[in-house]
């Protein structure tokens, strides 16, 4: 029997299992109502009111503080003799990694052609209403994180769920946010193994495939597969045996470089059509408000932007915490101030970029998807690119390889820290985790297992219902520490010390909730 059949078999058995299961699910997780014409997801709706909810609750704290956020991350506050594993910037860039990712290529390829030129502004204000929300998370994950006896840290919602309920709401707190706390290292392990792993490896090696001569290239036979997937699967070995220190001096390489690549490609673009700039800016915003062709309208726009800007930058799914809490630092709203950077790179910027680029390229592919001709998708984002760089197919399949790769990496980490906690910290324990994930990553170029994605993707957005009651329950912690560390600055600026002003912060937190 051949490898091909074999792994065909394997895709149809475990499809036949799960695919009930992921429909059902898929089913409740985004349901939608109808509203003017317009499929309403209630999910989606969910983390957007999130968004808004915190933005008022913080005064705009994405807009004020956004300066501040910036000296953070260039260490101006770095805390050295803190505990923790990474800088400011280095926890940044692993966060922004598992975020960035094939989705600011292909996803908003998708969006754009679905909801028209106009989704691109819904989507801006989603991933800048989005950033107050990781700012109260992140800040929440690095307050309740757990500091080891070797140094290492761990943190996430199954930390400041337990840790954060119980402090504010005595014994009944504590035994709720023990059952959350456990849903979601579930939910955060089995989107690591199948979403962040599996499905970022099946569809780098799809780009790479189709660069290099499609089915009948030197990449497309199931050797091709199988070597590319275990080349992969020794790369993300290698690094994630070293821990977030390890993940963390790779990605604060990776992330600037491969988002320098992509972000150069679409000033080239946008140069070379430079007179046609102004025009595509008016056709975003025109399309915002008085979109053509889109079921619903503007509320339909509306609604596809806020999905694809939701679904890139993670904004309330409780992943990023995980990364940031491993920061240096006595002073959690500090590193929450440097998460809210990430949605504005991920959708503000990334996102933004991409469609910018095709709006003005405006492809053939796309204009085909804006009239039901194809799906699109990545193809749309090297067709832009195309217009004006003949050969930048290839760059971008560096880029894509670049983007899933640290992906995994990171993804590679959340899973680590929900799995330990889970079954424990052990040596063995975590062998048997890092062997599973590599495993998974070497079937990914092999396999689709699209029912398990599809599966993954449901499971994580249903951490999003849990995670946001959390933060809305624990928001008055989040403004105390926020008051804490701008205490701080100002005491800094006026060239005084903090002495041990965190702990003492911490405690003065804790005496008063």
């Known amino acids: ?39 309403v997801p209630l999910i989606v709706t969910w983390l957007g009111l999130a968004g808004i909810v915190f933005t008022g609750w913080f005064g705009f704290v994405q807009v004020r503080k956004f300066r501040l956020a910036v000296d953070v991350v260039r260490g101006k506050y770095d805390d050295k003799d803190s505990a923790g594993e990474v800088n400011h910037f280095q926890a940044l860039t692993a966060a922004v990694s598992g975020t960035v990712g094939l989705g600011n290529i292909a996803g908003v390829a998708v969006a754009v052609s679905i909801g028209g030129a106009g989704a691109t502004f819904w989507m801006i204000l989603c991933g800048l209403l989005g950033m107050a929300t990781k700012f109260v998370e992140v800040t ?40 959350l706390a456990v849903l979601a290292s579930i939910m955060i392990l089995f989107f690591g193994l199948f979403g962040g ?68 490609a679409c000033l080239v673009v946008i140069l070379v059509n430079v007179t046609a700039v102004p025009a595509a800016i008016g056709t975003i915003i025109e399309g915002a408000f008085n979109p053509e062709g889109v079921a ?21 799914l409780g992943s990023a915490p995980i990364a940031h809490s491993a920061v240096k630092t006595k002073h959690p709203a500090s590193e929450g101030l440097v998460a809210l950077l990430e949605p ?3 959708t503000v910027i990334i996102c933004t970029m991409t469609a910018l680029t095709i709006v003005i390229a405006n492809p053939d592919s796309w204009g085909e998807a804006r009239d039901g001709e194809s799906i699109g998708g990545v193809t749309i984002t090297s ?21 899933a790769i640290s992906t995994v990496l990171t993804w590679g980490y959340y899973g680590l820290k929900a799995w330990t906690y889970l079954f424990g910290r052990s040596r063995t324990s975590e062998i048997v985790y890092k062997s599973l994930y590599t495993l998974l990553a ?38 105390r520490e926020l008051n804490n560390f701008l205490e701080y600055v100002r005491t800094r600026k006026a060239g005084g010390t903090d002495g041990d002003g965190g702990d003492k912060d911490d405690e003065s937190a804790r005496a008063t909730v």
Do not use: C
Not at 146 to 154: N, R
Not at 224 to 246: K, P
């Open 1 to 39: 029997m051949s490898l091909d059949s074999i792994t065909q078999n394997i895709d149809e058995s475990v499809s036949a299992f799960f695919e009930p299961i992921a429909g059902r699910l898929g089913d409740i997780v985004f349901y939608s109502v109808t509203i003017a014409g317009a499929d």
């Open 140 to 179: 929440l994950g690095v307050k309740y994180r757990e500091v080891h006896a070797d140094g290492t840290v761990s943190g996430g919602p199954m930390h400041y769920l337990p840790k954060g309920l119980a402090e504010r709401f005595g014994r009944n707190g504590k035994s709720l946010g023990k059952v």
């Open 442 to 479: 070497v079937a990914g170029s092999l396999l689709t297992l699209q029912t398990l994605i599809d599966l993954a993707d449901a499971v994580l957005f249903m951490l999003a219902v849990i995670n946001i009651i959390g933060l809305y329950l624990l928001a008055p912690v989040v403004r």
């Open 344 to 346: 504005f790179i991920d």
């Open 197 to 264: 792993n599996l499905f970022q490896v099946n569809q780098s090696y799809a780009q790479l495939v189709s660069v290099t001569g499609g089915e009948d290239g030197m990449m497309g036979s199931s050797g091709g597969a199988l070597f590319f997937g275990i080349l992969v699967a020794a790369l993300v070995g290698i690094v994630l045996l070293g821990g977030i220190r390890s993940i963390a001096a790779v990605t604060s390489r990776l992330v600037p470089a491969m988002a320098g690549i992509y972000i150069v």
């Open 296 to 316: 619903g309208g503007i509320l339909g726009a509306l609604i596809i932007g806020f999905r694809r800007a939701a679904f890139s930058n993670e904004a309330g």
């Open 383 to 403: 067709d832009a690119f195309a217009t004006v760089l003949p050969w930048f197919p290839y760059i971008l399949t560096v880029a894509v390889m670049l983007f």
